[in-house]
Structure formats: structure tokens, C-alpha cells
């Protein structure tokens, strides 16, 4: 079975202040990108 986690269960502080690169193919590397500037808006 998969493991489920959930905000509560992990942290960013740890990368709070680094540079995420996201590497992809076509639209789903935007896509992922995109979301993940969500988190630190």
C-alpha cells in the first residue's frame, strides 16, 4: 500500500530558502512548476 502524507506530517522549512528546479518534458514540467510556485505565493 502506498504511503499517504499529509501537511501536517512534513515540513518546507528545510528548503524554504533553496532554488526548486523542475525538469519535464512538455507541458507536464510547466504544469509542475507552475504548482509549485502556489506554495511560496
Sequence with gaps: M????K???????PIKN???AV???G???H???NNLK???S
Design 7 to 13: 501537511d501536517s506530517d512534513v515540513s518546507l522549512d
Design 31 to 33: 504544469a509542475q512548476a
Design 23 to 25: 525538469l519535464g518534458y
Design 18 to 20: 533553496e532554488t526548486i
Design 2 to 5: 502506498a504511503k499517504t502524507w
Design 38 to 40: 502556489g506554495f511560496w
Design 27 to 29: 507541458i507536464q514540467g
